[in-house]
């Protein structure tokens, strides 16, 4: 096999890279896809089933095409023949439902070619070599993007075994009396899911949320925010990161009344720590850091990369320094790159290194 | 998009390069500047509002604040406009506004972030592209300032004291007269592009006579004296503004006259004193905008808009006229705001029936729509003559 470019991972990150590559002009024979499912969405279909979730906490250009123009806020306002999606969108008001946005995927996924390129195989290891990177024994490739996803959904150590406990993102039914351990999106969603099939809620937290629209201040997502970012220490960056990994979820009646009246009527309460509920659902998260996952683990264990706390150092381009030159290039994508951009476990976060990573191989020598 | 100081600039400056074009192209084909400097304009307040106050307060801009930011920089540019005498039509400068900001929303939110797919997350940084647009934008301006710089009429100081006249101005320049610059037997303008600043003019058969010419501006002149007309203007478009005439020596003349040139683009007269004389200002067939002028003490009508002349008359002042003070005949539109009229007089020699002493007359199929007009110390207040029309609040 031998191609320019190898994508390892083929969750939505991986598709991002793989559609900004065809829209800089790569054929699908130059790219390879390699992952174990050939739907870029369905990881990610799971879990927002899984917390019933009906819309986008993204705005209108949180989609996975290269350009962010048209934005599924113009989608809608052709499909529904409406400008309220476009006057919500310049209000920033506009979430697509998760249908618009899974539709669009796979118009993408048809409309890119994704399939040709896709084979279903796990990467284990990704081994440098003077003018390229070994993917197994699927050959050489001189730029390679990993976006292997999340590592695995995390639990508090206190409740591991517990019998009661199921995570928010595994399918799940509720009981009557339901404790959520975790305070971010997908525990508000799942406080208000609970809610509305009439079960009384305990929210389990450590600490209050932040509320804030997105995940990350607005200004984080561009280059004015970033540039400091990127001048930030290693140990600045590393406490950076920490502090906006506190759960937040997005501010707005719609999250407030139905807990307020359900916090009137007492089905609703805080408590710090789980006590006697029949279910206990863990909305917190994903395991965090490098060493949850074999491949990044395996790649700075041969390679010797440089690492702070949870994070591989990357330069700001997404890249891995030493290991990226003229000849070749080796890019995180996702939630491994917070490196270089904090949320980079966004769709935004997936464009970012995948238009970085588009000009690397646009720059190539030889092609 | 939360734009870094750079992105704002090099948004700023890619949109503004095709309006920019458009003006030079539109400047050629009028041959008036106004559309070049109104674009200079905008480009120079949006740059230094970027500068000053955009990026220091605006962080984070979504996109329904381009709304308000665009309508506080066109009054911005409108305010600034009227100060520094940029001669635009108002019609065309909110259209050529309009179609700037549209041009820029569908630029920004559609065009850029197609071409630098980056565009968005680099906060409006548009890199090589970006550079040269400004580059582009630059050259373009310098180029428009070189040219009007190298195509300005010349100036000819006027020194102090009496200058035997009349003076023909057949070519174009600007006539700026010293303090204390006076030409007795008056001046002549019969070429496009001539301005008289601050002129003293004694006599003449007619004070100041513009002929088959455009882009006249007569500023700060001042007429005594003249025989006929203060200022007598035929088939040209002038703007006459901060002028007087006084002293009329004929009892037929009139302070100032514009006649026969409806198809030329309008005529202005402002600020202007006019005492004496048959009729303060006599607009026929013309387009014209009479504003914030004094009228004294005329013995046949104050001002005058007649045969097919559309016209505003507005704010002016018109006293102790003999039996009409503002008159809209033959076929003409004018639309009569927020004049003081007062002290008009009954004309006891005439049996003209409109002569009774009316404040404002609407006469011949003509139609006068009068709002807020001041009307005191006259017999009458508005006459309607001969099928005429008129409307009022």
């Known amino acids: 096999m031998s191609r320019a470019c190898a994508i390892v991972g083929g969750g939505l990150a991986g598709f991002v890279a793989y559609a900004t590559l065809r829209r800089g002009g790569l054929e699908p024979t130059e790219i390879c896809v390699f992952g174990t499912n050939p739907d870029p969405a369905a990881a990610w279909r799971v879990r927002a089933a899984a917390i ?28 529904r023949r409406s400008v309220v999606p476009l006057v919500e969108s310049a209000c920033d008001r506009f979430h697509p439902t998760v249908e618009e946005f899974l539709e669009h995927v796979e118009e993408l996924r048809a409309k890119t070619s994704w399939d040709e390129s896709f084979h279903r195989s796990r990467i284990l290891r990704v081994r440098a070599a003077a003018d390229g990177f070994e993917l197994d024994d699927h050959g050489l490739f001189p730029h390679v993007l990993v976006a292997p996803g999340h590592p695995g959904l995390a639990f508090p150590e206190e409740l591991a075994g517990d019998p009661r406990v199921v995570h928010a993102y595994e399918p799940h039914e509720y009981a009557g009396q339901v404790e959520v351990v975790g305070a971010g999106m997908a525990a508000a969603t799942e406080w208000l899911n609970a809610l509305a099939v009439g079960a009384s809620v305990v929210s389990v937290r450590r600490r209050e949320p932040e509320r804030r629209a997105l995940n990350l201040p607005r200004e984080l997502f561009t280059r004015r925010g970033l540039a400091a970012y990127h001048e930030t220490s290693p140990e600045e960056r590393a406490g950076f990161l920490r502090r906006y990994s506190a759960p937040s979820y997005p501010p707005g009646r719609r999250w407030d009344e139905p807990l307020e009246r359900a916090r009137r009527e007492g089905r609703f309460q805080v408590a710090p720590a789980v006590d006697g509920a029949r279910q206990i659902i863990c909305a917190t998260g994903f395991k965090r850091g490098y060493r949850n996952d074999a491949l990044l683990r395996c790649l700075v264990d041969e390679h010797q ?63 | 998009m939360a734009y870094t100081l ?55 801009q979504p996109g329904w604040a381009a709304l308000p930011l ?100 057949d070519r174009s320049q600007r006539l700026v007269g010293e303090p204390g610059a006076i030409v007795r037997g008056g001046i002549v303008v019969t070429a496009d592009d001539v301005t008289v600043q601050d002129v003293t003019v004694l006599g003449g058969e007619n004070g100041i006579e513009v002929e088959h010419a455009e882009r006249v501006l007569l500023e700060r002149v001042h007429v005594v004296d003249a025989v006929l007309d203060g200022i007598n203007v035929r088939r040209s478009q002038v703007t006459i503004r901060d002028c007087s005439v006084t002293s009329l020596e004929s009892e037929y003349g009139q302070g100032i006259d ?77 639309d009569v705001h927020d004049n003081t009229i007062t002290g008009v007089r009954s004309d006891p020699e005439s049996s003209d029936s409109m002569r009774q002493g009316y404040a404002i007359v609407s006469h011949y199929w003509a139609h006068v729509d009068a709002e807020g007009n001041d009307i005191a110390g006259s017999p009458r207040t508005l006459g309607v003559f001969a099928d005429a029309r008129a409307t009022s609040e």
């Open chain 1, 52 to 79: 019933r979730q009906r819309r986008m906490r993204s705005e209108s250009d949180g989609h996975c095409a290269p350009a962010s123009f048209p934005g599924l806020a113009v989608r809608a306002a052709l499909r």
């Open chain 1, 305 to 367: 990369l440089e690492t702070v706390d949870d994070w591989i150092v990357l330069t700001p381009d997404s890249t891995v320094p030493g290991l990226t030159d003229a000849e070749r290039t080796l890019a995180l994508a996702g939630a491994p790159a917070q490196w270089s951009y904090p949320a980079a476990d966004t769709l935004m976060g997936a464009k970012y290194a995948a238009r970085r990573f588009l000009r690397k191989v646009q720059a190539w020598p030889t092609r």
């Open chain 2, 6 to 60: 750079r992105g704002r600039l090099e948004s700023r400056l890619a949109v503004v390069l095709a309006p920019l074009l458009a003006a030079c192209v539109v400047t050629l084909a009028l041959k008036a500047w106004w559309p070049v400097e109104l674009a200079g304009l905008m480009l120079a307040l949006g740059v230094a509002l970027d500068l000053m106050l955009y990026h220091r307060l605006l962080p984070y």
């Open chain 2, 70 to 169: 665009g309508l506080l920089e066109l009054a911005a540019v409108m305010g600034l406009g009227r100060v520094l005498h940029i001669g635009a039509p108002l019609a065309a400068a909110l259209a050529f506004y309009a179609g700037a900001w549209l041009l820029a929303q569908v630029l920004g939110h559609a065009v850029f972030p197609v071409v630098r797919l980056s565009y968005g997350e680099d906060g409006g940084e548009l890199g090589r592209v970006g550079a040269g647009a400004a580059a582009a934008a630059v050259v373009v301006l310098a180029a428009a300032a070189g040219v009007a710089w190298e195509t300005q009429p010349p100036v000819v100081r006027l020194a102090a004291g009496v200058h035997q006249g009349p003076l023909v101005l």
């Open chain 2, 258 to 334: 514009i006649s026969f040139s409806a198809d030329l683009a309008p005529s202005v007269v402002e600020g202007c004193l006019l005492t004496g004389g048959q009729e303060g200002i006599f607009a026929d067939s013309v387009h014209a905008m009479l504003k914030e002028n004094r009228v004294r003490d005329t013995t046949l009508r104050g001002i005058t808009v007649t045969e097919m002349a559309m016209a505003g008359v507005k704010d002016n002042d018109v006293q102790d006229v003999l039996g009409i003070g503002i008159y809209c005949g033959d076929y003409s539109m004018c």
